[in-house]
């Protein structure tokens, strides 16, 4: 009889965002509380600004279209399309990391507003081995290796975690913490090659390629809005003060809830696939599933606002405790966060509805974050950041009762996502800074 795995892919999945988004808000932590200094940080905390710059506006459309193109493959062609992903995936994380080393006098300064900082080269080996490594991780899923997941998020970000705060501890400085980032990204590579014994087959598909691409550019068009209007705060704010102190500040106190966007993220994959094969069923379990979504990340958030002063303080040192107040306005983000119109409509195959709201989501955000901030500084960036988050869920929410014909109450339970709203923006009026 063959046995049933311990741990399901769904639930794998689930640890493993919440390993990723841990790993750094575990890593800011430390590093903030070790010895290098508020400068060192701040340059640290650009790097990893260019590095998202870097693949996001490629690296996670490709990654969606790989279980689709998958399935639709006969079993004996499956092999060599992994293949084919895993040698794109390195060729174009080389080309761009090639690009930034050969920019790099110009292109820091320009994302940031900040110099070049030493150890960049170290810097771009790690990102380099971190893309070329990112479909490790669907390849797993499509064989259903639930444990080696979990395996390759320990490594991944437990290793990170490791690899920014020993060396930082121990008097080695932040180039130190990048030399060891350069280390485990060869780690990461070596557990790659091994993983993939026996699961590609080495072969030149030029074919493969193409319909990979084509079935993947209208989710990366629509990733890159996404990810813009994440990138163009942190950009907008080391333009605007040219301060690495500041662009410090703004990048620990601007970060969500990591446990409502890895349960929320992760919910709403495994939905897109079941509404789209039983729309009745898959919305009545949307419905059933947010509650617990509710009952889940709500009252975490409602905590969190209350301690947030007292949680940087204590974490990040009295230096960081100002970014107490830009968090405590991102965790509103949650009432955003737990609406999933956007699964609904990939079920029903309108990704280009999901383009048309991130392009005006987009644009509200550019003209929001520049008035915003010129009127309330830091505080400003994280409401607009609020209003144009907010924006897309009721956009898509009315996209998908006008033109889909699926009401709200068939998706949403209502009534609680209106106590809980209710109870954690009362909250913020109460004791929010």
């Given at each position: 009889?063959?046995?049933?795995?311990?741990?399901?892919?769904?639930?794998?999945?689930?640890?493993?965002?919440?390993?990723?988004?841990?790993?750094?808000?575990?890593?800011?932590?430390?590093?903030?509380?070790?010895?290098?200094?508020?400068?060192?940080?701040?340059?640290?905390?650009?790097?990893?600004?260019?590095?998202?710059?870097?693949?996001?506006?490629?690296?996670?459309?490709?990654?969606?279209?790989?279980?689709?193109?998958?399935?639709?493959?006969?079993?004996?062609?499956?092999?060599?399309?992994?293949f084919?992903?895993?040698?794109?995936?390195?060729?174009l994380?080389?080309?761009?990391?090639?690009?930034?080393?050969?920019?790099?006098?110009?292109?820091?300064?320009?994302?940031?507003?900040?110099?070049?900082?030493?150890?960049?080269?170290?810097?771009?080996?790690?990102?380099?081995?971190?893309?070329?490594?990112?479909?490790?991780?669907?390849?797993?899923?499509?064989?259903?290796?639930?444990?080696?997941?979990?395996?390759?998020?320990?490594?991944s970000?437990?290793?990170?975690?490791?690899?920014?705060?020993?060396?930082?501890?121990a008097?080695?400085g932040?180039?130190?913490?990048?030399?060891?980032?350069?280390?485990?990204?060869?780690?990461?590579?070596?557990?790659?090659?091994?993983?993939?014994?026996?699961?590609?087959?080495?072969?030149?598909?030029?074919?493969?390629?193409?319909?990979?691409?084509?079935?993947?550019?209208?989710?990366?068009?629509?990733?890159?809005?996404?990810?813009?209007?994440v990138?163009?705060?942190?950009?907008?704010?080391?333009?605007?003060?040219?301060?690495?102190?500041?662009f410090?500040?703004?990048?620990?106190?601007?970060?969500?809830?990591?446990?409502?966007?890895?349960?929320?993220?992760?919910?709403?994959?495994?939905?897109?696939?079941?509404?789209?094969?039983?729309?009745?069923?898959?919305?009545?379990?949307?419905?059933?599933?947010?509650?617990?979504?509710?009952?889940?990340?709500?009252?975490?958030?409602?905590?969190?606002?209350?301690?947030?002063?007292?949680?940087?303080?204590?974490?990040?040192?009295?230096?960081?405790?100002?970014?107490?107040?830009?968090?405590?306005?991102?965790?509103?983000?949650?009432?955003?966060?737990?609406?999933?119109?956007?699964?609904?409509?990939?079920?029903?195959g309108?990704?280009?509805?999901?383009?048309?709201?991130?392009?005006?989501?987009?644009?509200?955000k550019?003209?929001?974050?520049?008035?915003?901030?010129?009127?309330?500084?830091?505080?400003?960036?994280?409401?607009?950041?609020?209003?144009?988050?907010?924006?897309?869920?009721?956009?898509?929410?009315?996209?998908?009762?006008?033109?889909?014909?699926?009401?709200?109450?068939?998706?949403?339970?209502?009534?609680?996502?209106?106590?809980?709203?209710?109870?954690?923006?009362?909250?913020?009026?109460?004791?929010?800074?």
């Amino acid at each position: 009889m063959r046995r049933s795995p311990p741990l399901s892919v769904a639930a794998a999945l689930q640890v493993f965002q919440v390993l990723r988004l841990g790993a750094v808000v575990l890593g800011g932590v430390l590093l903030a509380r070790s010895p290098v200094g508020m400068e060192a940080v701040g340059q640290f905390e650009a790097m990893l600004f260019a590095g998202a710059v870097a693949a996001f506006f490629w690296a996670n459309g490709l990654l969606q279209g790989v279980i689709p193109q998958y399935h639709s493959l006969a079993a004996e062609e499956r092999p060599v399309f992994l293949f084919q992903v895993f040698a794109l995936f390195g060729l174009l994380s080389a080309l761009v990391c090639g690009a930034f080393w050969a920019a790099r006098a110009a292109l820091l300064p320009a994302l940031t507003g900040l110099p070049l900082a030493a150890g960049w080269g170290w810097f771009l080996l790690h990102l380099w081995a971190q893309l070329a490594t990112l479909p490790l991780e669907h390849a797993y899923v499509l064989r259903g290796r639930s444990v080696a997941l979990v395996g390759w998020g320990v490594l991944s970000f437990g290793g990170y975690v490791a690899a920014v705060a020993l060396p930082a501890f121990a008097g080695w400085g932040l180039l130190g913490s990048l030399k060891a980032l350069a280390v485990l990204g060869l780690l990461r590579l070596l557990w790659c090659v091994a993983a993939l014994r026996g699961v590609v087959r080495p072969s030149w598909r030029p074919l493969f390629w193409r319909r990979y691409v084509r079935f993947s550019t209208p989710l990366v068009l629509n990733l890159m809005v996404g990810q813009a209007i994440v990138l163009f705060d942190s950009w907008l704010v080391g333009w605007y003060y040219g301060d690495e102190a500041v662009f410090a500040l703004y990048r620990y106190g601007s970060r969500e809830l990591p446990l409502a966007l890895a349960l929320a993220s992760g919910l709403s994959t495994a939905l897109t696939a079941r509404i789209a094969s039983e729309p009745a069923a898959g919305l009545a379990e949307m419905r059933r599933e947010g509650v617990r979504l509710f009952h889940r990340v709500f009252p975490v958030s409602m905590a969190l606002l209350v301690v947030s002063p007292w949680l940087f303080r204590t974490l990040f040192g009295p230096a960081f405790e100002p970014a107490a107040a830009l968090f405590s306005i991102y965790l509103l983000l949650t009432i955003s966060r737990v609406l999933l119109p956007n699964a609904i409509v990939l079920a029903y195959g309108h990704a280009h509805a999901l383009l048309r709201v991130g392009l005006s989501e987009l644009l509200l955000k550019v003209v929001t974050g520049f008035l915003f901030i010129h009127l309330w500084g830091l505080p400003g960036v994280a409401w607009s950041a609020v209003l144009s988050f907010f924006w897309e869920k009721m956009a898509l929410t009315w996209y998908v009762r006008q033109r889909l014909g699926v009401v709200v109450g068939q998706w949403l339970d209502v009534r609680w996502f209106a106590v809980y709203s209710a109870a954690l923006g009362l909250l913020w009026a109460l004791v929010g800074r």
